[in-house]
């Protein structure tokens, strides 16, 4: 099989289509994430805090310039990022067990079965 055939063949299975579609979704997902932290939680944080700016928290060390602040917002994105994500999976695991768990309806016994029950009956009964 030739390379184009094998690529084209890999790349339109539903797998890759459908974590292409995620990645998609998970890039502006963290993009709305990411504006939750930098305009909502971080300046409550820096209230209280004492009017920090994280984003302004630098150091110097020799000629470098070490952003820890940027570092500090960037691990608050991947906590709420993660727990999202964790919620997310939570309530779609619930969901599925839930349809899992509900019983098949018992199947009609077939006109064969109910005859074959019925003799099993007298003949318990002639006993």
Known sequence: MG????????AMKGNVMDMAVGVIIGGAFGKIVSSLVDDV???CVGML????????????VGDATVNYGTFIQNVVDFLIIALSIFLVIKAINKVTKKKAEEPAPEPEPSNEEKLLGEIRDLLKKDK
């Open 3 to 10: 390379f184009i055939k094998e690529f084209k063949e890999f």
């Open 41 to 43: 939680i971080m300046p």
């Open 49 to 60: 805090t004492g009017g920090t700016d994280f984003n302004g928290l630098k150091a110097k």
